[in-house]
Nanobody, 123 residues
Framework: QVQLVESGGGLVQAGGSLTLSCVAS????????MGWYRQISGKARDLVAV????????NYGDSVKGRFTISRNAAQNKVYLRMNNMTPEDTAVYYC????????????????WGQGTQVTVSA
């Protein structure tokens, strides 16, 4: 089991910046990827950014490329999301995710989720 706790959400004006943090605890040896997803009420949960836990390669959703940056501190089991030049369309609940399992079998990975943190961008 992996437990994820997010922090750093809140209210920001359009054009502003915010940094989210997520700390993982529990059974961490099998973590392959960590990342951030966001969800607007009534809609599907969308990819924001993910980072490979061993190699630090990253992947971003199209709407945040060039504005958001994901990073990690493997020693502290933390992942961060720096959000710049934010717009009202970035308003959502942001969820931290960890995918665990055997690196050679990604189809069998198990997903863990944090409780979510609200981010609101005012116009």
């Amino acid at each position: 089991q992996v437990q994820l706790v997010e922090s750093g959400g809140g209210l920001v004006q359009a054009g502003g910046s915010l940094t989210l943090s997520c700390v993982a605890s529990g059974s961490l040896t099998g973590i392959q990827v960590m990342g951030w997803y966001r969800q607007i009420s009534g809609k599907a949960r969308d990819l924001v950014a993910v980072i490979d836990w061993s190699g630090s390669s990253t992947n971003y959703g199209d709407s945040v490329k060039g504005r958001f940056t994901i990073s990690r501190n493997a020693a502290q089991n933390k992942v961060y999301l720096r959000m710049n030049n934010m717009t009202p369309e970035d308003t959502a609940v942001y969820y931290c995710n960890a995918a665990t399992g055997s690196r050679s079998h990604p189809d069998w990975w198990t997903d863990y989720w944090g409780q979510g943190t609200q981010v609101t961008v005012s116009a």
